[in-house]
């Protein structure tokens, strides 16, 4: 029992090794500076650990022989034990100067940023991730939600800002954190080695939803990474049938248009997430369910159930209302 | 004696930890609230007239929570579109004392629901009630109607003036009547 108890506890604890959020399953360069850093600080910290007890321990076993004078003094010893304590200082201070080296060439090469040719600005808004694509062609810049999508390979710069209290981006497997602070603009910068989804999530405090602020990263080829930019450019595709046309009129004619965009339509509003292309992201509610048909009704019913104190208000709709509503927003790919 | 002191400390000091209650989700089957009220006090007979108010804008014109959803509200529905922060554009300024459509709370939440000749839109279905509510609220606490615990503080931000909780209390002019200290010397 206790043994079983000892092997579910290991695997437990080596699970956080590996995953879509993990800072030691490194999958970018950053990142793997990173981990890097975490083992050689915990080979270097953990063999100064080791050696520190056993010469304590050593010392207290060690006694010194009854009846001798406390007082006296032997030159010989007294010289090794000089030689021992420098010796002693002497290591302490080469590892603690290699250790700084090493960390100073980590800062190095998480803060240098390579050139790159996309870059983004995330802004954390309680509890969610508003990101906006930008473009030197105007016409190409669009916004989403919760949902990073990148070219393998390449260097991404993002612009981090924040809306209302201060939010922390965090990739771990493919970099450290940043702060996104209100009223000024940081950067990092992340690249991922191979196709891989990714999860991201807010790394200081925010507010009642904060644990449930995450978002994905989707790092693809280049090719299917233009293909979906040029889906999430365009603007919503009109209802395909006489439900969602019936959902689109319900969407319009509620108090969802106050804070939702679904670019294409009438409703404009900055608030919240865009919905131009909900149905195409993973998931709802800033990582919070997948996106489905139940869950989106869930969520439309119940926000507060969910994610009690979001901002997301309970609205008024009549039981034949949800469908539709449902059907069009879950057509919007 | 000594244990009966501290059991009552400890009482008195668990008291602290309910100050108001945070409601975030609305009763999502109550329908609007029906608000009968009158804008002007006079009526065809003896009696004023009939009004009918819900009452409860007290649970939300008394709640500092329910104020400061409103004052973010007022931020993202664009009030201050046309009122400013308070001051007035081209809607009426919301911090002086005069209210040409009543400054009780549910008058203002009439005037969002409904709307008012010469610009105010109707915000009815836009809005869901609670946060009308809400809105009206923080409204209220403009020009300091309510208790100075309940308003809110200043701004993170650059503030044009100073927080509703350091303002005077306000005093209520119905019916956009001009009080003599407004008039001009003759």
Redesign the interface.
Known sequence: MKRTSFVLLLSVSLAGCQGWQSALDAHGPAARTLADMFWIFTAVLGTVWVLTLGALLLALRRRRAAGTDPLATNPAIERRMTVVVSTAIGMTFLTVLALTGISYGGQRVLYGHKDGTLTLLVTGRQWWWQIMYEDPQPNRVFTTANEIHIPVGEPVLIKLESADVIHSFWIPNLTGKMDAITGRQNQIQIQADRPGVYRGQCAEFCGLQHAHMGMLVIAETKEDFERWRNNQIASAKPPSNPEQQRGMEIFLSKPCVMCHQIRGTDAGGKIAPDLTHVGSRRYIAAGTLETTRGNIAAWIIDPHGIKPGVNMPTIQLEPDEVQPLVSFLEGLK | MRILLITSLTVLTLTACERED?E???N?VT??SEEKIALSPLSAGPNPPFERRSGMGQDYEENAFHVSQGKKLYV??NCNGCHANGGGGSGPPLMDDRWSYGGQIENIVQTIREGRPNGMPSFR???????IWQIAAYVRSMGRYVSKDVASGRN??MHPAPAEQRRPPGQMIDGGQVPNSALMPQ
């Open positions: 945070r975030y989700r609305a999502p329908a609007e993202w529905f279905g836009r809005i869901p009630d609670d946060q993170d931000d």
